[in-house]
DNA sequence: GCGACAG
DNA sequence: ATCTTGTCGC
């Protein structure tokens, strides 16, 4: 017989099996066909061709019920990267089953986040992201594997992984990081590269505005460097998360609060 | 052995 | 993740 112990360590171990088949499709360089212009100037003639430049950039999240703890709000917008404005959003309610596992978010959070993006691309929408932020780590994770890449390999979307905290690694925490941002050599710069005592380097945390002490934590997700990760979560920050990952929050959470008043008012 | 641990 | 108003400050 097994006992709850040795059943949940076993799907673990299926877990980071199917993490590490996953894996070896991960690219963590520039690989997309979109250009992207510190300015995105393209004035000079140049034709509107399709997928020329970055222009739609998704953001996924997942807000959970207070009544129901099980059912989640599986969320999805696109936004113009030049005008920073909604052009698509989706919702998905289901119930989750998977229970949350420290570096296993995937699990839990993804087949939803995969399924509306698959619904948009089946549909032939015009808006289709060729880029998505997500809410969760990307390579800054234990097996170097997170929400963010395992949604970029499913969906073979490029991705990029947005954490508000951080997931504790080698030597890294958030005394350690504070630290790093706090120190003289650093305090001009806007974010510094995490490399832990292993020497690998897990992604980046950035203090986003000036006036957030609190900072997130950027990560290669999948077909994307971090140099142009960093690069765009910065164009995109008008707060402290990027707008992107921040109106999947808003209007998931909008979502699922709609949806109690509505039992409420039977 | 104990604590830490994205969402 | 989620319960929650006001409040201090640029």
Request: overall charge neutral; glycine content about 6%; aromatic content about 8%.
């Amino acid at each position: 017989m097994e006992n709850q112990e040795s059943s949940s360590s076993s799907s673990q171990q299926h877990w980071i099996i199917e993490q590490e088949i996953l894996r070896e499709k991960l690219i963590t360089e520039d690989n997309f066909t979109w250009k992207l212009l510190s300015t995105q100037d393209k004035s000079e003639g140049s034709k509107e061709e399709e997928d020329e430049w970055l222009k739609y950039i998704g953001g996924v999240d997942i807000s959970f019920s207070n009544d129901d703890s099980s059912m989640a709000c599986g969320t999805l917008v696109v936004l113009d990267f030049n005008t920073l404005q909604v052009v698509y959003e989706d919702f998905s309610l289901v119930t989750l089953h998977v229970p949350y596992v420290p570096g296993f978010l995937a699990f839990r959070e993804a087949p939803v986040l995969v399924e509306i993006l698959d619904k948009m691309k089946r549909n032939g929408n015009p808006f289709y992201p060729q880029l998505l932020m997500v809410d969760g780590n990307g390579i800054l994770h234990p097996r170097g594997f997170g929400l963010a890449c395992h949604i970029g390999v499913v969906a073979n979307l490029p991705t990029i992984g947005i954490g508000k905290n951080l997931h504790h690694l080698d030597d890294l925490n958030h005394t350690k990081v504070r630290e790093l941002l706090g120190a003289k050599e650093n305090s001009s710069k806007d974010f510094i590269t995490l490399v832990g005592s292993s020497k690998r380097i897990w992604g980046a945390a950035m203090r986003s505005t000036q006036a957030s002490i609190k900072p997130i934590y950027i990560s290669s997700g999948h077909r994307i460097s971090l140099q142009t990760a960093v690069k765009i979560v910065h164009m995109t920050c008008k707060y402290r998360v990027p707008e992107p990952v921040r109106q999947a929050d808003i209007r998931s959470r909008d979502y699922i609060r709609k949806l109690e008043m509505n039992a409420k008012t039977k």
